[in-house]
């Protein structure tokens, strides 16, 4: 019944920037910390940012520092990764995920999205 719905994919010239929102449902929102993973074809699911329940801690994977930011709104049930300065290797399947715990594992998460796709065309 758990759902998160990932949108606001799509396709964007590097330099530019699009922000990706995820919907959820089905759980108490304000309970989970919130994470973006993304996979990029051919390589295995990595962290891109997580978020605590109350939005005071996050976390950030090294490649996206000062592009991407990640921010949560618990009224809305919502969670949004930001991206700035979007670079080609910043083509992925972006995914949303939640966890009972402050994590960046994959192991860590107990529900996922079935992604957006961003592309990054140079």
């Known amino acids: 019944q758990v759902q998160l719905v990932e949108s606001g994919g799509g396709l964007v010239q590097a330099g530019g920037s699009l922000r990706l929102s995820c919907a959820a449902s089905g759980l108490t929102f304000r309970l989970y910390t919130m994470g973006w993973f993304r996979q990029r074809a051919g390589k295995e699911r990595e962290i891109v940012a997580a978020?605590?329940?109350?939005?005071?801690?996050?976390d950030y994977t090294d490649s996206v520092k000062g592009r991407f930011t990640i921010s949560r709104d618990n009224a809305k049930n919502t969670v949004y990764l930001q991206m700035n300065s979007l670079k080609p290797e910043d083509t992925a399947v972006y995914i949303c995920?939640?966890?009972?715990?402050?994590?960046?594992?994959?192991?860590?998460?107990?529900?996922w999205g079935q992604g957006t796709q961003v592309t990054v065309s140079s």
């Open positions: 978020i605590n329940w109350s939005g005071g801690s996050t």
């Open positions: 995920a939640a966890a009972l715990t402050r994590t960046t594992e994959v192991v860590g998460y107990d529900y």
